[in-house]
């Protein structure tokens, strides 16, 4: 009976561990199965994975007859270079485009095996939407094929609007200005850019002959030809406009532009020549010295030159002179001098009677809202010689009467 016991027992233990040992080999047999299908797929998957090609913005908004760029980057996945011939899948009808490289139109690009996606395109895909196309989404299909099966593609999406937000402009907030011969205008302008991408524009002014116009970036000192403005934004820019000298009076117009390869921007400043102002006030021979009397009123002749291109309203004439001193002008206010006249007025000084011999300063000032002039006269006052005239009289009567006497009594 025992030894039936015992028999079972090792039968038994027998079996548990035959099933124990079956389901190890089945579970490895599993476990190694799973393995080499993952392994499998991850050689299937790097097969077709060779090269990635990409871009940051797959998909932008641009108005019809616009030209865009999207930059491209390129990288090889397992670390093989490749050669990857580029291509446009698909493309809306009526559309144009190409891929670029630096400065050339390629339809290759080299892709090193230790490269990985950067900050720096090495291709890029310019482009062009027609005129007529309308609002709405566009699907753009690019490819990459290296051959052997290594190929990547990239959809772009491009939503076309017919109607900027904000159209660029190129304004100044004050276009028109006036001066005087001889005035340098200044004009701060803004350039906006309202386009989908960074634009270069080229500056020019059609000045009238003689004139001069320069562009200067706000916050800058150097005169430049062009200025690179990024997609929605502006930049500041001074025009400095230099007119000729002599030039004459009047309006003169500035039409200022700005044009890049997708805008053609204008704007027109308006100057104003008011003309030269000038006046001079001296005398017929220049000599700006005179003698007088003291109590006596002397006439003195004032000449008086418009020597600007404008003729001179309302010109007044006012003095200073020593303390009791009198002056006056036969006309103190001349309405009108035209350009280039001269007029001549009289004026009276009569120095104090209590004056003592010496030499004096009088100022006569000349002016309106424009000009102003003066001119010192020097005054040498003398004393009246009434008696030294008398005194000579009188010694000459007594000489006279001495030889009278002398010659008809001398002889007795």
């Excluded at 090609?53 to 930059?71: K, N, R």
């Excluded at 139109?105 to 895909?125: N, R, Y």
């Excluded at 809202?369 to 010694?395: K, L, N, P």
Aim: with cysteine.
């Amino acid at each position: 009976m025992k030894r039936v016991k015992k028999l079972g027992r090792r039968t038994g233990m027998g079996l548990m561990a035959a099933s124990f040992l079956a389901a190890s080999v089945l579970s490895a047999s599993a476990l190694a199965a799973e393995e080499e299908s993952e392994e499998v797929l991850v050689r299937t998957e790097a097969a077709g994975e060779g090269i990635l090609m990409s871009t940051a913005y797959p998909g932008i908004t641009a108005l019809a007859g616009e030209t865009v760029s999207f930059d491209l980057d390129f990288a090889s996945l397992d670390g093989e270079a490749y050669d990857a011939a580029l291509s446009v899948e698909s493309i809306p009808e009526g559309w144009e485009g190409y891929f670029q490289g630096g400065d050339s139109q390629i339809s290759k690009v080299h892709i090193d095996g230790e490269s990985a996606l950067t900050d720096s395109a090495l291709a890029s895909f310019s482009l062009t939407i027609p005129e007529t196309a309308e609002e709405g989404e566009y699907a753009i299909e690019l490819g990459a094929d290296a051959g052997d099966g290594v190929q990547s593609a990239l959809s772009l999406e491009v939503e076309v609007g017919q109607v900027e937000v904000g159209q660029s402009s190129f304004t100044s907030e004050y276009p028109e200005q006036q001066g005087a011969t001889g005035t340098t205008f200044t004009f701060e302008m803004t350039l906006v850019n309202n386009k989908s991408t960074e634009q270069s524009y080229s500056l020019s002014a059609e000045t009238p002959s003689g004139w001069q116009a320069t562009f200067t970036p706000s916050g800058e000192s150097t005169n430049v030809a062009s200025l690179s403005v990024e997609a929605g934004s502006s930049q500041g820019v001074t025009v400095t406009v230099t007119p000729p000298q002599g030039v004459e009076t009047g309006d003169y117009t500035i039409p200022c532009s700005a044009t890049s390869a997708e805008d053609s921007l204008s704007a027109d400043l308006q100057v104003t020549i008011t003309g030269t102002y000038g006046v001079d006030l001296s005398t017929p021979t220049g000599n700006l010295s005179l003698d007088a009397q003291a109590n006596r009123e002397k006439a003195l002749t004032l000449s008086i030159t418009n020597t600007g291109n404008v003729d001179l309203t309302n010109l007044n004439l006012t003095s200073s002179a020593p303390t009791d001193w009198e002056v006056r002008f036969d006309e103190s206010t001349i309405d009108t001098l035209e350009a280039g006249a001269t007029k001549e007025i009289t004026a009276y000084i009569t120095p104090n009677q209590d004056a003592i011999t010496g030499d004096y300063v009088t100022t006569i000032t000349l002016s309106n809202d424009e000009v102003s002039d003066t001119a010192e006269f020097r005054v040498s006052v003398q004393t009246s010689t009434t008696w030294g005239v008398v005194a000579v009289c009188i010694v000459v009567v007594l000489v006279l009467a001495l030889a009278f006497i002398f010659k008809k009594y001398g002889r007795r």
